[in-house]
T-cell receptor
Framework: ETGVTQSPTHLIKTRGQQVTLRCSSQ?????VSWYQQALGQGPQFIFQ???????GRGNFPPRFSGLQFPNYSSELNVNALELDDSALYLC??????????????FGPGTRLTVL | AQSVTQLDSHVSVSEGTPVLLRCNYS??????LFWYVQHPNKGLQLLLK??????LVKGINGFEAEFKKSETSFHLTKPSAHMSDAAEYFC???????????FGPGTSLSVIP
C-alpha cells in the first residue's frame, strides 16, 4: 500500500509568482485536505476536497485554490505569492465514512520558500 | 470557538524517565481530540484519538492520554521515554467537521541519553 506522496519536496519562488503543489492520496482514500505549517507553528487547515469539490475551507484568501482529480490526487495552487506564504505545505488523505472525523494520513510535505 | 493550548513549547527528559506533554482545549461542543507526532522530514502520524468513548486512550508506541472534561485537558503521557520519541508533538481538536480541525502550536520533545 502506497502512502501519501507530495511533490516537489522543496521549491523556491519569488514574490508575485504562482506555484502548484501536488499530492497523491493513499490508495483507496477519497478525501484530500491541505494544511499550511509555518515555521515553529502547528498546521493550519487550508481546505478539503471530496468528490472533486471543495468541501470546507479555513481562513485563507481566494488566491489559494485547489483541484481534486478522478484518481483522488490533488493540487494546491497559490497565486500572487507573498513572503508570508513561505511554509511547509502538508497534504492529508482520508476515507469519508460514517463518523465525522476519520484518520488523516499525512504526506511529508513541500517546503515552499518565497523570496 | 475552538482553541488548543500546549503549555510547553519544549520538554526535555532523560531516556527511561516518564514523559508528560500537556494540552488544554476550548470547545463549544463535545470535541474529538487527537495527538499527532512529527519526526523531522516525515509526515504527521496519528498517535491516538479520543472520540467520546473511554476517557483513557491508549495509542501507539506506549503513549496514552486521558480526557478530563472538568479540566478541559488531554495530556499525553508515556511511562518510559525512548530516544526514538524525540520529535514534535501536536494536540488537535475537532468539533466534527473537517473545516474545524485546530492544531496546537506543538511541543518539541528531546530525549537525553
Amino acid at each position: 500500500e502506497t502512502g501519501v506522496t507530495q511533490s516537489p519536496t522543496h521549491l523556491i519562488k519569488t514574490r508575485g509568482q504562482q506555484v502548484t503543489l501536488r499530492c497523491s492520496s493513499q490508495s483507496g482514500h477519497n478525501t484530500v485536505s491541505w494544511y499550511q505549517q509555518a515555521l515553529g507553528q502547528g498546521p493550519q487547515f487550508i481546505f478539503q476536497y471530496y468528490r472533486e469539490e471543495e468541501n470546507g475551507r479555513g481562513n485563507f484568501p481566494p488566491r489559494f485554490s485547489g483541484l481534486q482529480f478522478p484518481n483522488y490526487s490533488s493540487e494546491l495552487n497559490v497565486n500572487a505569492l507573498e513572503l508570508d506564504d513561505s511554509a511547509l505545505y502538508l497534504c492529508a488523505s482520508s476515507v469519508r465514512g460514517m463518523t465525522s472525523y476519520n484518520e488523516q494520513f499525512f504526506g511529508p510535505g513541500t517546503r515552499l520558500t518565497v523570496l | 470557538a475552538q482553541s488548543v493550548t500546549q503549555l510547553d513549547s519544549h520538554v526535555s527528559v532523560s531516556e527511561g524517565t516518564p514523559v508528560l506533554l500537556r494540552c488544554n482545549y476550548s470547545s463549544s461542543y463535545s470535541p474529538s481530540l487527537f495527538w499527532y507526532v512529527q519526526h523531522p522530514n516525515k509526515g504527521l502520524q496519528l498517535l491516538l484519538k479520543y472520540t467520546s468513548a473511554a476517557t483513557l486512550v491508549k495509542g501507539i508506541n506506549g503513549f496514552e492520554a486521558e480526557f478530563k472534561k472538568s479540566e478541559t485537558s488531554f495530556h499525553l503521557t508515556k511511562p518510559s521515554a525512548h530516544m526514538s520519541d524525540a520529535a514534535e508533538y501536536f494536540c488537535v481538536v475537532s468539533e466534527g467537521s473537517y473545516d474545524k480541525v485546530i492544531f496546537g502550536p506543538g511541543t518539541s520533545l528531546s530525549v537525553i541519553p
